[in-house]
T-cell receptor
Framework: AQSVAQPEDQVNVAEGNPLTVKCTYSVSGNPYLFWYVQYPNRGLQFLLK??????LVKGSYGFEAEFNKSQTSFHLKKPSALVSDSALYFCAVRDTFRGYQKVTFGIGTKLQVIP | GAVVSQHPSRVICKSGTSVKIECRSL??????MFWYRQFPKQSLMLMAT?????????EQGVEKDKFLINHASLTLSTLTVTSAHPEDSSFYIC???????????FGPGTRLTVT
């Protein structure tokens, strides 16, 4: 079975400082990994994905994530946080084992950027 | 990027009535669509996966006779909550996958309140 862990319920960071939102995963085969952002009462917006290739993935709004196979992690990062980055962030994984389709989401991490 | 719309965005209905929520992929064909339910401050719970032209696959614990899903075309899936009860009140989000390995694009969500 596949699973995703986001160990932090909330991350607080000062505006202008670098931010990291953590994610670890467990799959049987090779993972497809995703990050999404959700603003209040809105659906999820896609930020970035890792399918294969370069371990450092760059996405929307200046976000990036690094795939680390040995640590089974896919942490989301941004060099300089903005107040407008404050939102709920979800990490998601899809196992490629035997063509499995379902995507599993983490519980979400609330990012609060302090002015 | 790909756009997924949902209608209505917000609906209030009386207990015992049925409510239909539409999910459309506006600029791509989605062979697979997903329906999620999100409780306050919680992650997305996958309810069912629907493939165009075939019956939906429901997750364990989701009543298929209560949550009717129809995926009649490559751009439209509907979720009908039958005989709604107050405990069905929730935020329902659909998503559509563009291609086999592509990311999922999410609709803006529908807030259902059953009185």
């Amino acid at each position: 079975a596949q699973s995703v862990a986001q160990p932090e319920d909330q991350v607080n960071v000062a505006e202008g400082n670098p931010l990291t939102v953590k994610c670890t995963y467990s799959v049987s085969g090779n993972p497809y990994l995703f990050w999404y952002v959700q603003y209040p009462n809105r659906g999820l917006q896609f930020l970035l994905k890792y399918i294969t290739g370069d371990n450092l993935v760059k996405g929307s709004y200046g976000f990036e994530a690094e795939f680390n196979k040995s640590q089974t992690s896919f942490h989301l990062k941004k060099p300089s946080a903005l107040v407008s980055d404050s939102a709920l962030y979800f990490c998601a994984v899809r196992d490629t084992f035997r063509g499995y389709q379902k995507v599993t989401f983490g519980i979400g991490t609330k990012l609060q950027v302090i002015p | 990027g790909a756009v997924v719309s949902q209608h209505p965005s917000r609906v209030i209905c009386k207990s015992g009535t049925s409510v239909k929520i539409e999910c459309r992929s506006l600029d791509f064909q989605a062979t697979t669509m997903f329906w999620y339910r999100q409780f306050p401050k919680q992650s997305l719970m996958l309810m069912a996966t629907s493939n165009e032209g075939s019956k939906a696959t429901y997750e364990q614990g989701v009543e298929k006779d209560k949550f009717l899903i129809n995926h009649a075309s490559l751009t439209l899936s509907t979720l009908t909550v039958t005989s709604a009860h107050p405990e069905d009140s929730s935020f329902y989000i659909c998503s559509a996958r563009d291609g086999g390995a592509g990311e999922q694009y999410f609709g803006p969500g529908t807030r259902l309140t059953v009185t």
